[in-house]
């Protein structure tokens, strides 16, 4: 896989302690987005799973209520790779964890969904992110639609994987209370 970086402790990515790695690439444009650096398909370092593996073991004994956590840019850019690694590290008893916005999902495809389901398979949390909950300002917020990012959310509670929302609220783009409310009430479905 192409890996941006690595966080060896990370705190906020999961339950507990988690090695954090962040996958080169994305096709979304976040206008907030916080590591645009990511964006670069061709980016990054290649490193394979069992390199990936191997940094976990290293430090395992912190990560006893923790796991590994992939995200980026988008981990779905490289869901073979994501895949890979999330069945070897269940293979040894390590929580999964996938930090994405979705936005990849296309529930119209019998490929696509395939791969999805050997994700599915073997993820324990998804940490779902929903850039915004109206259409129209989603594609202005992002360069992209709404709708797989919705699909998937539906897609997980279908295959009974847990999901964290996380949506990042920005005075002026993301909080408003019509759009919270909004949110909300797609959550609670």
């Keep these: 896989?192409?890996?941006?970086?690595?966080?060896?402790?990370?705190?906020?990515?999961?339950?507990?302690?988690?090695l954090v790695v962040f996958l080169q690439g994305c096709p979304m444009?976040?206008?907030?987005c916080h590591n645009p650096d990511t964006w670069k398909m061709n980016g990054g370092t290649e490193m394979s799973v069992d390199e990936i593996?191997?940094?976990?073991?290293?430090n395992?004994?912190?990560?006893?209520?923790?796991?590994?956590?992939?995200?980026?840019?988008?981990?779905?850019?490289?869901?073979?790779?994501?895949?890979e690694l999330f069945e070897a590290a269940k293979s040894r008893g390590i929580h999964t964890c996938l930090d994405t916005?979705?936005?990849?999902?296309?529930?119209?495809s019998p490929e696509v969904?395939?791969?999805?389901?050997?994700l599915a398979a073997v993820t324990d949390l998804v940490l779902l992110d929903i850039k915004h909950?109206?259409?129209?300002?989603?594609?202005?917020?992002?360069?992209?639609?709404?709708?797989p990012?919705?699909?998937?959310?539906?897609?997980?509670?279908?295959?009974?994987?847990?999901?964290?929302?996380?949506?990042?609220?920005?005075?002026?783009?993301?909080y408003k209370q019509d759009l919270l409310y909004r949110l909300g009430r797609f959550i609670g479905t």
Excluded: N
């Design 1 to 18: 896989g192409r890996i941006h970086s690595i966080e060896s402790f990370g705190t906020v990515d999961g339950p507990g302690v988690r």
């Design 29 to 32: 444009r976040c206008l907030y």
């Design 53 to 58: 593996l191997a940094q976990y073991e290293k």
């Design 60 to 83: 395992h004994v912190f990560y006893e209520k923790g796991g590994i956590t992939v995200t980026g840019g988008d981990p779905l850019v490289q869901i073979c790779f994501v895949t």
């Design 101 to 108: 916005s979705g936005i990849l999902f296309r529930p119209d």
């Design 113 to 118: 969904l395939r791969q999805f389901d050997r």
């Design 133 to 147: 909950i109206d259409p129209k300002s989603h594609i202005e917020l992002t360069g992209q639609k709404l709708d």
């Design 149 to 174: 990012v919705l699909a998937f959310a539906q897609y997980l509670d279908e295959k009974s994987v847990s999901v964290w929302i996380r949506h990042v609220v920005v005075p002026g783009i993301t």
